[in-house]
Structures are given as C-alpha cells and as structure tokens.
C-alpha cells in the first residue's frame, strides 16, 4: 500500500511558478513510475508528465512541454512538479499517481495509487 499526500498547489498570477510536492509514506517508491495528472471542472482527468523508477526516462503532455518539469528523490520518498510560465489554462486539481508495473504512463488506468489532489488556480 502507498499513500500519497501532494502539496505546494495555490493561487498564482499567470506567467508565475509554482512547485508542487508528492509526499509517499506506508511504502518507498523508489520502484515506481510516478505520474502527475490534472482534472478541470467538467473535464476528465488527463495527463501532465511521468518519470520513471530512477529518474533516467520523463513524458509530458504536449501542453506542458518546455514549461513543467517532473522530478524525484528517492532518499525523500518525494516526487515533484516545478510548474514555469504557467497559463489561466493550466487551472485544475493536480494528482500524483504511482504504480510498480505501468507501461503506458500516459494512461490514468495504469496507477494503481493516488493522492487526494492539489488545488491550482491560475488568473489571468
């Protein structure tokens, strides 16, 4: 069983940065692919970027390439998303995922494991 708590998420102007943390405990991570995906009033929840076990491969959504950037340390059991040039767009709950066995990362269904969200808000 893993359990994750995300955070960092808020209220930021467009343009700004924000870096969003996803605290694991109940189990280490360093085995798994993390994820994190959003979900917008009225709209399915999609994908934003992955990274693998040790760090070596990441993915992101082509909406988020060149201005999000994913990354892990698994001595802290943490995963992160430092989130640049952010757009009214990029508004939504953000969600960390986990599993030991996904392949296709850009699929929700592959995770096993997820947090309880973080509220982004960006005004323009």
């Known amino acids: 069983q893993v359990q994750l708590v995300e955070s960092g998420g808020g209220l930021v102007q467009a343009g700004g940065s924000l870096r969003l943390s996803c605290a694991a405990s109940a189990r280490t991570i360093s085995t798994y692919t993390m994820a994190w995906f959003r979900q917008a009033p009225g709209k399915e929840r999609e994908f934003v970027a992955a990274?693998?076990?040790?760090?070596?491969?990441?993915y992101y959504a082509d909406s988020v390439k060149g201005r999000f950037s994913i990354s892990r340390d698994n001595v802290k059991n943490a995963v992160y998303l430092q989130m640049n040039s952010l757009k009214p767009d990029d508004t939504a709950v953000y969600y960390c995922?986990?599993?030991?066995?996904?392949?296709?990362?850009?699929?929700?269904?592959?995770?096993?494991?997820w947090g309880q969200g973080t509220q982004v808000t960006v005004s323009s």
């Open positions: 990274i693998s076990w040790n760090g070596l491969s990441t």
């Open positions: 995922a986990a599993d030991s066995k996904a392949t296709a990362v850009y699929r929700k269904y592959e995770y096993l494991y």
